[in-house]
């Protein structure tokens, strides 16, 4: 553990994590790391690529080890894919090497964003036999606890534009940075 004190974003797919990491990480002058390019560049393929060569738990094993060497690295802007937080060790890994902020948003506002983003064909393969629309809604119920229990904060960011999120965020970034 390098005790590095990293700013890790939460959330489910579509709520903003890559271009909120983004503003963040010019706005403080820390690096960004956004997860799934890491996993992407690790493997030589795609995400969807992963998925169909091995399945969801080959990227799950492939997004652990990412994990587990990028908390490692001083310290950053950290935009985790939104079932990184599914596994304990991953969880355990947020908590301890920095502050975590989950974005979110309903299901309906995800979808619309999910369609509306050109990377969701490569990037957000199917995680069940479910249609989309009832897909989004139960792997949000499923996974809000989770994202509970890794975040610090939750952030709101339906009706918001990402520059609004980033600023709410960097209060209580700052904030937090000048009280501990
Ligand atoms: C996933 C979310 C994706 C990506 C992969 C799995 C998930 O990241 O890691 O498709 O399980 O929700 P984004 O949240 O950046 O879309």
Redesign the pocket.
């Known amino acids: 553990m390098s005790g590095s004190r990293h700013l890790f974003l939460t959330g489910?797919?579509?709520t903003g994590?890559?271009t909120v990491g983004f503003i963040l990480s010019q706005q403080l002058g820390l690096p960004l790391v956004d997860?799934?390019d890491f996993?992407e560049q690790r493997a030589g393929k795609t995400?969807r690529q992963i998925f169909e060569d091995g399945g969801e738990p080959l990227?799950r094993t492939i997004?652990a080890e990412v994990l587990g060497e990028v908390v490692e690295r001083p310290p950053s802007v950290i935009?985790l894919?939104?079932?990184?937080i599914?596994r304990e060790e991953n969880r355990a890994i947020v908590r301890r090497s920095g502050t975590c902020f989950w974005l979110d948003a309903d299901a309906e506002t995800i979808l619309t964003r999910l369609r509306a983003d050109e990377s969701t064909a490569q990037?957000?393969?199917s995680?069940t036999k479910l249609q989309q629309r009832q897909e989004v809604g139960h792997?949000l119920q499923e996974r809000a606890p989770l994202y509970e229990m890794s975040a610090d904060y939750r952030i709101e960011t339906v009706g918001k534009e990402p520059e609004t999120v980033a600023a709410e965020i960097l209060a209580l970034w700052s904030a937090r940075s000048t009280s501990v």
């Open positions: 489910f797919r579509g994590k890559s997860l799934d996993i995400i990227f997004e935009s894919g939104g079932g990184a599914l990037r957000r393969p995680l792997l």
